[in-house]
């Protein structure tokens, strides 16, 4: 339990009060160790300049907590292949899953509307999807949207939950996915968040499904408010972090945004908790920005925690980490990533290896359980593919069996941990086997890769089968993902080397003393070796780069003046070189070698430096190298040079178009610098360019009436668009938060009113106006004095519910 | 029992040379080029009008021979993907 936080935080969102999962101030329940999200506000992340998209059926990007995060550059309309991700709306609600989803990021907070969302300044946009027939096409489409801009993709849907089905990402959208982590943000790889599943009632289990269990998804489960696992929970291996979501009838609900710019706390099974670590993540990156796609991963694995959940597998890994099945590395905690992540440090190279067992084929019998083991080195003897510390593990098999839901598949790391990669499923009667189907563990993540991995295959019948029938195991491969260095120590290696390496730190080159100026002194070259030459101990061939006064034995080192340029001191010892070797430039004058400042690796006089020793980046405008390069220069890591940054952006880092602050009159969406369009324009995706807005808008996403944000002066908002009068069956009126005024419908059957309530003026066909209120031609024939009597006494006519209730007979009847 | 595939009138195509190569196999057929997949390099979108738009069976015609056609290194007819909202 949390105690409750005396500085809370107070918004005016009418459903703040319910948000319980975020704040702690309700009296009236227990306060559950929570996800720390206010804390991380507090701390002043919030999101800001983040981007988020949320793969579904589409955004509503007018609904009031939406429009201010809006964003039409993370948003697409794969369905209509347009740029409006708008929902369709149909009678029976089919499409509110996306607008749903994208509340709980990013509704704005403070507005007077619904609820605030997680990252409540991020930028929210919507790729509508699944709103027509899904292909491995729409999916990789969808997945490659605007990679350098988009940051984050969550996704809450996947193959059927059904218990039976094993399905997953197609040719192209594994390429998708592979695209992503490698190109998207400018290769620091785009962030995939997947909901685990929703098939808990039907057995189902999420290693069948190929989204939510791919490596380049963080797959999100969720918990009820006591820490109980939710009826829909699907458990598995690949379940990374857990949030809580709605439960059992007694527990507390989500709230979040829907459409028809509504609120809802209806069920929101898993779907809520992949948009939850959306934000939790767009607050780290905010922190961040240059965390790495599996930087995000070790972040979540790191502070993700089990507290109050309930399971009855939780275990501890061989690296220390707790971990179960349904709830991955446990509850995510917002406040710990973004602290985490301030300091954190890109970890080394993901290195991938993969090991096959020496024994293919073996018969899995009935009832017994088949072992396959395999020795593995970590791939120790090929440097880029060597895994001595894991991340994730994937064993790829290929099985054949009549019937495949009754197989359970465990596998046991060399340091004993044991994770269950699939379970029984009862549903799934199908004879089609696992065909290299990968199936994916974060279990072991953090331990040593080396040595003995048994594969168990258990096959337990759950129904009659004919014995004779046998699976058969064909082929399995075990890869592991990981490092060949502990991630988490391995600056002081590769950034802080040890004194034996005597390579000082970028700080320590500028900061050292003088070094010593033995060799910078114009000592005249005498003493012993002019002695010798002198009285002629040395007859020999001198050397050829020997100059005119000889030298006193055959070696370079014997010379007495030199050819080029000398190098050295007189005691360290002198030679003649060619070329001055790194550190030092050749002064033709003096014919010595003369040593470049402390920070150049070369140079052309002492301070004019051409390239820069390691850490450091030459500033080109006065040939000097520093660890920081000046503000509107970012540090080139290929050149080791500051480079200017765009145009547009103030300050940059690494690339010259991956902006942090812009110029004036840009503003930074993402990491890019986009023009500051003024109130009345907006930015045109195509042109690159401010474009006016329609001339009834104030504000606006786009060019059409329909895509206003706010209205211009003398236009009232009605529904989606900005009009000057309200059409008939609206009527004027404020509205909370917005500077223009809106037109209100009118009540029911109204076909004019003059305000909100019982003030129609005019009414529909069939109705007639009794009392300013709209009442249907028809009268009881069993409405008697007695029974209006009741009618009066009860005011049922006042109540909107009652209102035709036998209203116009009674009152008719006076 | 196994849910039979829906096959569609949507086609992805993997041909080197570029957009104008794409074009051009896609016209030979009777494709219209939508462009390219996302960010996948080399990777098209073909849709055929003539084809039907759902089926159980993949249907053979002229179309078909895109399939053959040496500048296209590899064609998939797409199927429908069962997906559901969590």
């Known amino acids: 339990y949390a105690q409750s936080d005396p500085n809370i935080i107070h918004f005016n969102d009418p459903k703040w009060s319910n948000m319980w999962y975020i ?48 964003d039409h550059l993370a948003s697409y309309d794969v369905n209509g292949n347009d740029h409006d991700p708008t929902p369709r709306y149909d009678s029976r609600s089919e499409n509110v899953h996306g607008t749903r989803c994208a509340g709980e990021v990013a509704a704005a907070a403070n507005n007077s509307h619904c609820i605030v969302g997680i990252a409540y300044n991020a930028h929210i946009g919507g790729i509508r999807m699944l ?67 929703n098939g808990g009632r039907q057995g189902d289990h999420c290693s069948c499904d190929g989204y939510t269990s791919s490596i380049y998804t963080i797959s999100i489960s969720s918990t009820t408010e006591n820490g109980n696992k939710p009826w829909y929970l699907e458990a598995c291996s690949s379940i990374m972090a857990t949030t809580y979501s709605s439960g059992e009838f007694n527990e507390r609900k989500l709230v979040t945004t829907d459409v028809w710019q509504r609120c809802t706390d209806g ?49 501890t890994n061989a690296a220390g980490y707790r971990v179960s099945h349904l709830y991955g590395f446990g509850l995510v905690d917002a406040e710990a990533m973004v602290l985490e992540a301030t300091k954190w440090r890109t970890v080394p190279p993901q290195h991938i290896c993969t090991q096959r067992p020496e024994r293919r084929t073996r018969h899995i019998h009935v009832g017994q359980s088949l072992n396959s083991s395999i020795t593995a080195s970590g791939c120790s003897e090929e440097p880029e593919q060597h895994v001595d510390y894991l991340e994730h593990v994937v064993v790829k098999v290929l099985i054949v069996h009549p019937r495949r839901g009754d197989l359970e ?51 337990s019948p759950s129904r009659l089968r004919n014995p004779e029938v046998l699976g058969n195991l064909k082929e399995w491969t075990l890869t592991l993902y990981g490092t060949s260095q502990n991630p988490y120590q391995h600056f002081s290696v590769q950034h802080v080397p040890s004194r034996m390496l005597e390579i000082p730190t970028p700080e320590e080159i500028l900061e050292e003393p003088e070094l010593q100026k033995e060799e910078e002194e114009d000592e005249e070259y005498s003493g012993e070796r002019f002695l010798k030459k002198k009285f002629g101990l040395y007859e020999g061939q001198c050397h050829s780069e020997c100059g005119d006064q000889g030298c006193d034995g055959p070696d370079v080192a014997h010379c007495l003046n030199c050819v080029h340029f000398s190098l050295g001191s007189l005691k360290s010892g002198r030679t003649c070189v060619s070329h001055c070797p790194l550190g030092h430039y050749g002064d033709i004058a003096s014919h010595r070698c003369r040593r470049c400042h402390k920070s150049c690796e070369r140079c052309v006089g002492r301070s004019a430096c051409v390239s820069c020793k390691r850490g450091l980046y030459l500033n080109t405008l006065n040939s000097s190298c520093i660890n920081t390069c000046p503000p509107g220069y970012f540090a080139d890591e290929n050149q080791k040079q500051c480079l200017k940054c765009h145009d547009t952006c103030m300050t940059c880092l690494r690339f010259a178009d991956r902006c942090t602050a812009c110029r004036e009159a840009y503003s930074l969406a993402g990491m890019t610098c986009v023009p500051e369009c003024t109130n009345g324009t907006f930015f045109h995706l195509e042109d690159m360019t401010c474009s006016p807005c329609h001339s009834s808008c104030r504000t606006c996403t786009g060019p059409g009436k329909e895509e206003c944000i706010q209205c211009a002066e003398g236009y009232l908002q009605q529904e989606w668009r900005c009009v000057q009068d309200c059409t008939p069956g609206y ?76 209203c116009r007979t009674c009152l008719m009847n006076g | ?53 759902r089926a159980v069976y993949s249907l053979k015609g002229p179309h078909s021979f895109i399939h053959m056609d040496p500048k296209v290194d590899w064609a998939q007819q797409q199927v429908v993907k069962p997906r559901v909202k969590r």
Request: glycine share 8%.
């Open chain 2, 1 to 53: 029992s196994e849910v039979a595939q829906l096959y569609t009138n949507h086609w992805a195509v993997r041909i080197a040379g570029g957009p104008q190569q794409a074009d051009q196999i896609a016209a030979k057929y009777g494709y219209r080029n939508l462009g390219q997949i996302g960010s996948l390099d080399d990777h098209y979108h073909f849709h055929h009008s003539r084809v039907v738009r």
């Open chain 1, 267 to 315: 069920h929101t099974g898993t779907s809520v908790s992949a948009p939850i670590v959306a934000g939790i993540i767009a607050l780290a990156l905010e922190a961040n920005l240059l965390l790495t796609w599996r930087d995000v991963q070790h972040l979540l694995v790191k502070t993700s925690r089990p507290v109050h959940l309930k399971a009855d597998d939780w275990k």
């Open chain 1, 131 to 197: 709103d027509g027939d899904v292909t491995d096409i729409v999916e990789a489409k969808s997945l490659g949207i605007r990679p350098d801009y988009i940051h984050i993709y969550s996704a809450s849907w996947g193959p059927k939950d059904d218990g039976k089905t094993v399905d997953g990402p197609g040719p192209l959208t594994k390429q998708a996915f592979e695209q992503g982590i490698k190109k998207g943000r400018r290769g620091l790889g785009s962030i995939f968040v997947w909901a685990s599943g």
């Open chain 1, 23 to 70: 704040h702690c101030n309700d009296k009236s329940h227990q306060c559950r160790s929570e996800m720390n999200i206010m804390a991380a506000w507090q701390r002043g992340y919030t999101g800001k300049n983040v981007v988020v998209t949320i793969l579904d059926d589409g955004i509503e990007r007018n609904h009031p907590d939406l429009a201010q995060n809006y």
């Open chain 1, 731 to 806: 009527f004027s009126g404020e509205a909370a938060g917005l500077p223009h005024k809106m037109c209100h419908r009118c009540e029911e059957n109204c076909l004019s009113c003059s305000g909100p309530g019982t003030t129609c003026t005019k009414c529909k066909a069939g109705y007639s106006l009794i009392s300013r209120t709209c009442i249907v031609n028809a009268s009881c024939n069993n409405a008697d004095e007695v029974f209006c009597e009741m009618v009066k006494s009860n005011r049922l006519c006042e109540r909107k519910f009652y209102r035709q209730f036998c």
């Open chain 1, 409 to 459: 598949i465990n596998l046991i790391s060399p340091s004993g941990t044991r994770s269950q990669l699939l379970a029984k499923r009862l549903f799934d009667s199908s004879n089609e086997g696992f065909r290299n189907w990968e199936f994916m563990t974060v279990h072991f993540w953090g331990e040593r890769a080396a040595g003995t991995w048994s594969l168990e295959i258990i096959d």
